[in-house]
């Protein structure tokens, strides 16, 4: 008979003595709330962070990438020389060897054009920009707003704008939708703004413009071509790609990596996670769930201070310890689901707030979302683990 209740009673008790006191629910509930979002919130700019730097590796044409061994990332690349390109277009399997250029400037919002000094020479003024440059006839970008604008790009000093740029680089969109051209000063030198297309700036990157090649020399000379920042190649259709990046590795010198697009991607997230910037996002991260270990342990505590003489009634009863510990255990469960519901809820709200304002792309990613629910889960339990030990003290001979 005892066997059947015991098994039964964990689950109603463990609600029950949850339940019992409103206040004290709720306080528990917000206290793991907090730590929800908290972590959510580390948790989502850090993967922005990670995530936002490789937008531009995720819109590349291309099958294979060649780069500076020496390059830990296109953030702070390190260039190679093009006749590295020439050397793996040569390669059998190659179909094409087009380079890409990064580069950066300083960008004048146009409003403030008045306050600059007007024509060639003027005083520097606004924010970086990253500059992407590639020959027209060899697009590298896999985006359509940019092919079907690439005409327009023939013209000496024109760019193409991205749209979702932070605000900080001026109403360029709207000005654009309504005259068809916007002129403004990009490192001294004037530039025109000939079409709008979509990439995404990030924390680092406030805005991108696209340009030609040649325009490309107009800021940075004619040698420029010569270094180029990554090879973006196309295979020959039915072509085995590990095979051909074998090939290309051995015969391209050391200095320089074959990487595939998941490569490249990786290379970037490693580069992002031994960031300081990541490594303060996971600190943030692990204070929130200590946060919650702290708080749940407080509000489990005291529920079996409260209710010491009961348990201790309980093991009169015949309860083990062991079945006393599941009730707090299914206690803590019960906290982590109905806290981190609201968390969630909240965190999602919080991440469409912080992409209006700064509109840096900030979506809620089930990865994240099952990290938080899992950590949620285990910091309860630790809390619950810890808890335990005022349980154990509650002696039978106490209460008679």
Request: hydrophobic fraction near 45%.
């Amino acid at each position: 008979m005892l066997k059947p209740l015991l098994s039964y009673m964990p689950k109603p008790l463990a609600w029950a003595q949850l339940s019992h006191q409103k206040v004290r629910l709720a306080v528990a509930l917000t206290g793991v709330c907090f730590a929800n979002i908290l972590m959510f919130t580390m948790m989502g700019l850090e993967a922005l962070i990670s995530d936002g730097t490789t937008t531009l590796h995720e819109n590349l044409r291309g099958d294979l990438f060649v780069m500076s061994s020496f390059s830990p990332t296109l953030r702070f690349p390190s260039t190679l020389p093009r006749a590295y390109l020439l050397q793996a277009n040569a390669v059998d399997g190659v179909a094409t060897a087009a380079p890409l250029y990064l580069s950066t400037a300083n960008w004048t919002n146009p409003n403030q054009l008045d306050a600059a000094a007007p024509g060639e020479g003027g005083d520097v003024f606004g924010t970086q920009v990253r500059v992407i440059a590639f020959n027209p006839t060899q697009p590298v970008l896999d985006l359509p707003q940019v092919d079907a604008q690439l005409n327009r790009l023939s013209t000496p000093q024109t760019v193409l704008f991205d749209e979702l740029s932070q605000p900080s680089l001026g109403d360029i969109p709207q000005q654009w939708a309504a005259t068809g051209a916007v002129e403004t000063l990009m490192a001294r030198r004037r530039v025109t703004v000939v079409g709008l297309f979509s990439l995404g700036s990030t924390v680092i990157e406030k805005g991108t413009v696209v340009m030609s090649d040649l325009t490309y020399t107009r800021w940075y000379g004619d040698n420029s071509l010569k270094q180029v920042t990554l090879g973006v190649l196309t295979l020959e259709p039915g072509r085995d790609r590990a095979a051909v990046q074998t090939q290309l590795q051995a015969h391209l010198p050391a200095t320089v990596e074959v990487l595939t697009g998941e490569e490249l991607i990786a290379k970037e997230h490693r580069f992002s996670a031994s960031d300081p910037i990541g490594i303060i996002f996971g600190f943030g991260s692990t204070v929130g769930f200590i946060v919650g270990i702290v708080i749940v342990y407080q509000v489990l505590y005291t529920d079996i201070s409260d209710h010491l003489p009961e348990y201790a009634t309980l093991k009169a009863m015949g309860y083990s310890d062991g079945a006393l510990l599941r009730v707090v255990l299914m206690e803590a469960m019960l906290l982590a689901i109905l806290g981190f519901i609201p968390g969630f809820t909240a965190s999602v709200g919080l991440y469409q707030v912080l992409t209006t304002m700064t509109r840096i792309p900030l979506a809620m990613k089930g990865a994240v979302a099952l990290q938080v629910f899992v950590l949620t889960l285990v910091m309860c339990g630790a809390s619950g683990a810890i808890s335990i030990r005022r349980l154990q003290s509650a002696d039978p001979a106490d209460v008679f």
